[in-house]
């Protein structure tokens, strides 16, 4: 069986831009999690989605924004790109967010 | 919200030797558990475990969800082991993931 799969695995863009990330789950697993991880730090949460309801948002700004789509599989959209948002985003997959969850690879965004 | 502080930040060992992490989290959690976060930013599942010992290998952790730590155990390391390693709960009743800062593990051959 697949893992969670996430694409791309690296990207660069410009300040001011806007970028897409896409995450495909286990299959059978409803729930998928979305994470930025900064160099040195511990990933920090940004969205929650289950059944395709978003159940929980993190501290993040309003240009952060998320969807799942009917098969489960989610996007990341963040726009007004910052130099700050360079960082791992990780997405992660459980059966129904309550359970073990298990991570992607990562896309590695630079903001240059 | 929920603390959750990962000690040691570092640590260097010889391989060969032994050593156990802890993570200790505020409130009380639904979930816990322990990853390996390889040089490519890839996380690994090492234990799903919110109460009880669970041993897999050379690995094995502990959770005292009453006291409110989790220890994780690494016998005879070795160079592959080296790496960051996360603990990550889900406070009761909630649904967000909290990771602590990690533990950076270095194990010289």
């Known amino acids: 069986d697949a893992g969670v799969t996430q694409s791309p695995t690296h990207l660069i863009k410009t300040r001011g831009q806007q970028v897409t990330l896409r995450c495909s789950p286990i299959s059978g697993h409803k729930s998928v999690s979305w994470y930025q991880q900064v160099l040195g730090q511990g990933p920090q949460f940004i969205f929650q989605y289950y059944e395709k309801e978003e159940r929980g948002r993190g501290n993040f700004p309003d240009r952060f924004s998320a969807r799942q789509f009917p098969n489960y599989s989610s996007e990341l959209n963040v726009n007004a790109l910052l130099l700050g948002d360079s960082a791992l985003y990780l997405c992660?997959?459980?059966?129904?967010?309550?359970?073990?969850?298990?991570f992607g690879q990562g896309t590695r965004l630079t903001v240059v | 919200g929920i603390q959750v502080e990962q000690s040691p930040p570092d640590l260097i060992l010889q391989e060969g030797a032994n050593s156990t992490l802890r993570c200790n989290f505020s409130d009380s959690v639904n979930n816990l558990q322990w990853f390996h976060q390889n040089p490519w930013g890839q996380l690994i599942n090492l234990f799903y475990?919110?109460?009880g010992t669970k041993q897999n290998g050379r690995l094995s952790a502990t959770t005292v969800a009453t006291e409110r730590y989790s220890l994780l155990y690494i016998s005879s390391s070795q160079t592959t082991d080296s790496g960051v390693y996360f603990c990550?709960?889900?406070?009761?009743?909630?649904?967000?993931?909290?990771f602590g800062a990690g533990t950076r593990l270095f194990v010289k051959a």
């Open positions: 475990i919110p109460s």
């Open positions: 992660a997959s459980s059966f129904n967010g309550n359970t073990e969850a298990f």
């Open positions: 990550a709960v889900v406070p009761s009743g909630g649904f967000k993931t909290i």
